[in-house]
C-alpha cells in the first residue's frame, strides 16, 4: 500500500504526507527518486495541458484525505450547490469527516492511521462508537477514544506522543489528560495547498 502511494506522489510531483514518518527520513521515494515512477520516468515531460493541470490538483487533493474517485465527486459537487463560497465550503465539508479530525487532534499520525482506527471500532463520538471514516462531526460533539482501546498498540502511548503532537487547529479543542476532542466551532480559515479553482473547473465540465 504505502509502496503504490509513494508512487502516486512521484507521479504527481508532490509530498503527500501519506506515511510522515517515512517521508520525514532519508527512505522517502521522493528524495531517492525525485522523477516520474517507470521507465520513462526520467525523461523530459512536455508542458502539461489544462485539462492535466486541473487532474493532478485533483488527484493531490483527493490522496491526500484518502477517498475514493466517487466520494470526491460526491463532496465536490456537494459545495459546489451550497450557497458560499466553494472552496472555503469544500475544504470545510473534508474537515469535518471524522477520520481527518482524529489526525487533526493528533490521535493518529496520519490520515490513513485515522481511518484505520475508526474503522476498527476505537473512536467513539459522544460516548458512542463510530466506525464510518466518512461521518462528518458538528459542533459541540466529543470525539473519544473507546475506553477498551487505550491499550491497543497504536493508542497506548498517546499522552506522551500529544505531549510532541502539534497543536490542534483553533475549531477543535484538544484535552491531552482525557484524550477528548470537542469540536469548537465550524472550521475556518483552513490552510489549503491546492487550488480549489482547478478542482471545481475539473468537475464542471
Not at 463560497?85 to 499520525?109: C, Q
Amino acid at each position: 500500500m504505502f509502496v503504490t502511494s509513494e508512487k502516486k506522489e512521484r507521479a504527481l510531483g508532490v509530498r503527500l504526507n501519506l506515511k510522515p514518518e517515512r517521508c520525514s527520513s532519508g527512505k522517502c521515494a521522493m528524495v531517492k527518486k525525485p522523477r516520474r515512477p517507470g521507465m520513462h520516468g526520467a525523461k523530459r515531460e512536455r508542458q502539461p495541458s489544462e485539462m492535466k493541470i486541473q487532474l493532478q490538483e485533483k488527484q493531490r487533493l483527493r490522496l491526500t484525505y484518502g477517498l475514493r474517485e466517487s466520494a470526491m465527486h460526491r463532496v465536490v459537487h456537494e459545495a459546489m450547490h451550497k450557497k458560499g463560497n466553494t472552496a472555503e465550503l469544500l475544504m470545510s465539508l473534508l474537515e469535518r469527516r471524522i477520520d481527518n479530525v482524529v489526525y487533526r487532534l493528533g490521535f493518529a499520525p496520519s490520515r490513513s492511521v485515522a481511518r484505520q482506527l475508526v474503522g476498527h471500532g476505537h473512536i467513539c463520538v459522544n460516548g458512542k462508537k463510530v466506525t464510518i471514516p466518512s461521518y462528518r462531526v458538528r459542533v459541540g460533539e466529543v470525539l473519544s477514544i473507546r475506553p477498551e482501546s487505550k491499550d491497543h498498540m497504536l493508542l497506548k502511548d498517546l499522552k506522551e506522543n500529544l505531549v510532541k503532537a502539534a497543536e490542534s487547529p483553533v475549531w477543535i479543542t484538544r484535552d491531552a489528560e482525557k484524550l477528548t476532542g470537542t469540536i469548537a466551532t465550524d472550521p475556518k480559515d483552513v490552510a489549503a495547498p491546492f487550488d480549489i479553482s482547478l478542482i471545481v473547473d475539473y468537475y464542471s465540465k
